[in-house]
């Protein structure tokens, strides 16, 4: 059984930071086999990227409303991957999903297991 779960969410200030993180477990998970995004679902809004890293950490694609203000990175060694979020602002609140796939992609219906959930909200 392969379980993601993300931690360091919670609330901030407009303009704070927070970095969240996704730890990987699982039997069967070998975590190098896979590139790992982060999606957000905002209030009443669909699911969307955020941004992925493939599996070695040297490939990142960040989606442009946020490129310049998160930054996605990951310690294999620990498992790990993390998404930095800096300048945050009231529309970045959301609940934040790690996700997992073998094929570095921007589409959730790629990506085949994913975690439960962070909440990040931020007060202006």
């Known amino acids: 059984q392969v379980q993601l779960e993300e931690s360091g969410g919670g609330l901030v200030q407009a303009g704070g930071s927070l970095r969240l993180s996704c730890a990987a477990s699982g039997d069967t998970f070998t975590f190098t086999d896979y590139a790992m995004g982060w999606f957000r679902q905002g209030p009443g809004k669909e699911r969307e990227f955020v941004g992925a890293i493939s599996w070695s950490g040297s490939s990142t694609h960040i989606v442009d409303s946020v490129k310049d203000r998160f930054t996605i990175s990951r310690d294999n060694a620990k498992n790990t991957v993390y998404l930095q979020m800096n300048s945050l602002k009231p529309e970045d609140t959301a609940v934040y999903y790690c996700?997992?796939?073998?094929?570095?992609?921007?589409?959730?219906?790629?990506?085949?297991?994913w975690g439960q959930g962070t909440q990040v909200t931020v007060s202006s």
């Open positions: 996700a997992a796939t073998t094929i570095m992609n921007t589409s959730p219906s790629f990506y085949d297991y």
